[in-house]
């Protein structure tokens, strides 16, 4: 559904810019893959997995309370990966980690990790979730939120144009793989997408190459005066602004949507991922897919009746997350072009786990006839680049009067110049 979301705001846009109207087809089993397509990309023949289920950093260790405490440092990052360790005082292994953890109980864990800047939280029940300040706060808010914050002219499409989103400019600072994957989706959709990253901080090799096809890639380290001006004349021009980063970064670099707004030249969508929502007193916490997995009760159920679990395709609130921020921005597209203005597109991991739980569940009992493994082959597509060959999932959605651009390829961060 939520992929269908993208192909229908897509088919909107489409409709508007040409007239024509287009259906809509989509395999399940090819929408099932899209839940985990970083598992699926190959460089060479050979397939290049992210890995972050495979850190010992990362997992849920039980606390002295009997309750169980999500921890997780990505891929590892190094900053993260350090500051668990000196906040543990202890060696990089499951072994010494789980030791310090049970020396604490969970809530105290979870705030002092907080406070340390480090993704934690407890393994709640959905119904502990949503007695929660933060369960509340997302709750009350929809899995998509467009707010309009100025207000401009309206700003036409091109009528001319061979694919939905062709002759748009995203520019997109974001990082991990929900923000990424969300401007890799409107790339796919023919936008000329910018992704600008810092040399300071890139992120890992796996990522770039299952989130990155189709775009162009700069460098600009924002601590450094022109490279902060060259960012800001971007954003004049910019038809959209996807990030993923804390708001502290934002606010430290002016970064904010009504400062984008202010800054553009007609009006800008401004996008933004986190992992808990943006209202609520978890909204400004650190956090990745997992955690997000593990706060809303879906872990809990999950794994049922023992050990709280991770959904089979580990990634799951990443690419929920990704699919409904491509949507969304495309909804903001279309009223940017019909009534004009700025618009917030505001999307978080939890939420978009929480949506998933909403679908209902499948009792276990129901399923002892499933295989453990995914053993339906996956349709894939192939592009050349500078890595060599590169293989990914082909698109799950197919439309009946509408080619999607099948010539991409994959810049190296940094290798592109900060300019449209």
């Not at 850190?55 to 350090?82: Q, S, T, W």
């Not at 890595?387 to 999607?404: C, E, I, V």
Request: proline share 6%; net charge negative.
């Amino acid at each position: 559904m939520a992929q269908l979301l993208i192909g229908i705001a897509a088919a909107a846009i489409w409709h508007t810019r040409t007239g024509q109207q287009t259906n809509i087809s989509i395999d399940i089993i090819d929408a099932l893959h899209y839940l985990h397509p970083t598992h699926f990309v190959q460089q060479q023949g050979r397939l290049i997995n992210v890995g972050a289920e495979f850190v010992d950093v990362n997992g849920m260790f039980l606390c002295r309370d009997d309750r169980y405490v999500m921890i997780e440092g990505g891929p590892p990052y190094p900053k993260l990966l350090k500051g668990y360790l000196n906040f543990f005082d202890c060696g990089y292994n499951k072994k010494s980690i789980a030791r310090e953890v049970a020396k604490w109980d969970s809530a105290d864990l979870e705030e002092a990790l907080a406070k340390a800047g480090l993704p934690a939280c407890r393994a709640f029940s959905r119904e502990e979730w949503l007695a929660h300040p933060q369960g509340i706060a997302l709750n009350e808010a929809p899995v998509i939120e467009i707010e309009k914050i100025a207000d401009s002219a309206p700003v036409l499409f091109d009528t001319v144009a061979s694919s939905p989103l062709q002759g748009i400019r995203v520019l997109d600072f974001t990082h991990v793989l929900a923000g990424p994957r969300s401007a890799r989706t409107l790339a796919e959709y023919g936008a000329h997408v910018l992704h600008i990253s810092s040399p300071a901080y890139p992120d890992t090799f796996a990522q770039h190459l299952g989130v990155d096809e189709g775009k162009k890639c700069a460098y600009l380290d924002l601590r450094g005066a022109a490279d902060r001006e060259t960012m800001k004349r971007l954003i004049r021009r910019a038809d959209i602004f996807t990030n993923s980063y804390r708001p502290g970064v934002n606010t430290r670099f002016g970064l904010l949507p009504a400062e984008l707004a202010e800054a553009s030249e007609r009006g800008i969508v401004c996008m933004d991922i986190n992992a808990f929502g943006h209202s609520g007193p978890w909204s400004e916490r650190p956090g990745f897919d997992q955690n997000a997995q593990v706060a809303c009760g879906f872990a809990a159920k999950e794994g049922e009746p023992d050990k709280p679990r991770f959904s089979p395709v580990f990634y799951l609130g990443d690419l929920m997350a990704g699919y409904f921020a491509a949507a969304g921005v495309m909804a903001a597209l279309l009223r940017r072009s019909i009534e004009g203005g700025s618009y917030h597109v505001k999307i978080s991991l939890a939420r978009s786990v929480m949506w998933v739980q909403e679908l209902g569940f499948l009792e276990t009992a129901a399923q002892t006839s499933l295989p453990e493994k995914d053993i339906y082959p996956a349709k894939m597509i192939s592009i050349d680049s500078v890595y060599g060959k590169l293989s990914f999932l082909a698109p799950s959605l197919t439309f009946s009067n509408l080619d999607l651009p099948k010539e991409s390829s994959l810049s190296p961060y940094g290798a592109d110049s900060p300019e449209w």
